[in-house]
């Protein structure tokens, strides 16, 4: 079933929109060559390069915490990470971005930023709640009540409280290829250095 399978019919262009905001892949790939484009046309400064490449650890470091924890469509995460936003993937991929911006010091670079987190985040955020609840039902409806999507909130209730949502390397490695998404940023953060 495809992403747009319940929205309401659309044509053309609006139609063609929709569906690439929609497209899971896209929006990966998208923010994979915004890494990469910055990173190679990147002016970076020394202070605003540390302070950008801090921010993206950062990310990098919420990503493979949440990567480790989640098992998608099979257990509702609400441990690790996700006892404070619903979204960590997200919020790492956010801060990714915004590290990656101001570590190029290129003033674009926030532009076309905001443009892409615009254009996908609020989309695919519903979808994925949305999803969640119908896998999920009440335990997502209760999770959801006291956990915000992307603003982290401390939680009201017991850490540790769902069942097999332990870290490990295998679900990161698994789930989302995150190690191999560590060296490609690390690359990158190379590339930009030596601009």
């Known amino acids: 079933m495809a992403r747009t399978d319940s929205l309401p019919e659309a044509h053309g262009i609006q139609k063609i929109i929709r569906n690439l905001r929609y497209h899971e892949a896209s929006r990966q790939w998208f923010a994979v060559l ?6 190679l046309l990147g002016e970076p400064h020394q202070l605003p390069l540390y302070i950008g490449a801090g921010i993206a650890a950062v990310g990098t470091l919420i990503r493979l915490w949440a990567s480790g924890h989640v098992m998608k469509n099979k257990e509702l995460a609400t441990d690790g990470p996700y006892a404070f936003v619903r ?79 332990s870290w490990s390397f295998r679900k990161s490695l698994v789930q989302n290829g995150e190690p191999v998404i560590v060296v490609y940023l690390i690359g990158c953060l190379y590339l930009l250095y030596n601009n």
Do not use: C, Q
């Open 87 to 165: 979204h960590p993937l997200y919020v790492g991929n956010i801060l990714l971005l915004l590290g990656f911006s101001i570590a190029s010091s290129l003033w674009w670079s926030y532009v076309l930023m905001v443009a892409l987190l615009l254009f996908y985040y609020p989309p695919t955020i519903a979808y994925e709640d949305n999803k969640l609840k119908n896998f999920f039902g009440e335990p997502w409806e209760e999770w959801s009540k006291t956990t915000h999507a992307l603003i982290p909130t401390w939680p009201k209730r017991k850490a540790g409280s769902s069942e097999g949502s």
């Open 34 to 39: 915004f890494v990469l484009l910055v990173s």
